[in-house]
């Protein structure tokens, strides 16, 4: 069974930075992207950030773009998520994803986890 697992979120005050870190178990063959969507309450699921298979190719939402960086560990089955200068509207359940991509659509998902909550305070 598929179980990507995260973690790493936590309180933070605005302007500091975390590593969020997600191991995602029994993929069935190769070729996945990873990456990360967050919700914040009352708020649709939105896309954040995305890795291709061969980490070759990243895409960023705008609201996220040069302070958030994806990367990918393959011998580890891990993805990670390193946010920097964070904001109080960062605030969100942050989910971990793995599907055949990278697109920003979270109905091309196949898999996600249970989610990590990062709250900025101002």
């Known amino acids: 069974q598929v179980q990507p697992v995260e973690s790493g979120g936590g309180l933070v005050q605005a302007g500091d930075s975390l590593r969020l870190s997600c191991a995602i178990s029994?993929?069935?063959?190769?070729?996945?992207?990873m990456g990360w969507f967050r919700q914040a309450p009352g708020k649709e699921r939105e896309f954040v950030a995305v890795i291709s298979w061969s980490g070759g190719t990243t895409y960023y939402a705008d609201s996220v773009k040069g302070r958030f960086t994806i990367s990918r560990e393959d011998a580890k089955n891990t993805v990670y998520l390193q946010m920097n200068s964070l904001k109080p509207e960062d605030t969100a359940v942050y989910y971990c994803?793995?599907?055949?991509?990278?697109?920003?659509?979270?109905?091309?998902?196949?898999?996600w986890g249970q989610g990590t909550q990062v709250t900025v305070s101002s």
């Open positions: 994803t793995a599907g055949r991509g990278p697109t920003t659509e979270k109905r091309t998902y196949d898999y």
């Open positions: 029994g993929l069935p063959g190769s070729f996945y992207a």
